[in-house]
């Protein structure tokens, strides 16, 4: 019971509440009238014809001045973004400059390497030749020897 007096008492604050907002919000808009009423400026329809024309115009040069600073904007990143594009296409071609003459010191000293190469080859096979020449005539001699050997072994004997 205690409950539904407490919130039977809450409803009827709230009710008071409200009708001294509704009491004050009262009050200014007869305030707001009164203001109206000694500060209102009548003019006629040509004139506010104009006026309205007028204000028109005025929110849409705003409306366009907006929209130009936003296409500057967009102008200025887009011609930054240009600016860092051909830095960026000047890096790559140095770096692809760089990387054709490396390509090309490679290339000759891949030659070079050849080119000593093939002189060692033919170093190689002359020695070698050499060396066979060497054991052919070393092959030769032997029989030689082996043949004066008998020989005198035969000679020897008798």
């Keep these: 019971m205690a409950e539904r007096e407490k919130e039977e008492k809450e409803r009827g604050e709230r009710w008071k509440a409200a009708l001294v907002n509704l009491t004050e919000m009262g009050s200014n808009v007869d305030s707001l009238q009164r203001l109206l009423v000694k500060k209102a400026v009548f003019v006629d329809d040509e004139s506010f014809a104009k006026a309205s024309l007028i204000s028109e115009q005025s929110k849409t040069i705003k409306s366009l001045e907006q929209r130009v600073e936003t296409l500057e904007r967009e ?7 240009a600016a860092r594009a051909r830095s ?16 090309q010191d490679i290339t000759r000293e891949l030659e070079n390497t050849t080119k000593v190469f093939k002189l060692h080859m033919e ?3 002359s020695k070698q030749e050499e060396i ?13 020897i082996q043949t004066l050997s008998r020989n005198g072994s035969i000679a020897g004997d008798d």
Excluded: F, G, M, W
């Excluded at 102008?75 to 973004?81: K, N, V």
């Excluded at 140095?94 to 990387?99: C, L, T």
């Excluded at 020449?133 to 032997?142: A, D, M, R």
């Design 75 to 81: 102008l200025d990143a887009a011609i930054a973004a």
């Design 88 to 103: 960026e296409k000047r890096q790559a071609e140095a770096a692809q400059r760089s990387a054709e003459l490396r390509a």
């Design 123 to 125: 170093e190689l096979r």
């Design 132 to 144: 066979s020449k060497k054991e052919s005539e070393i092959k030769v001699l032997e029989a030689i």
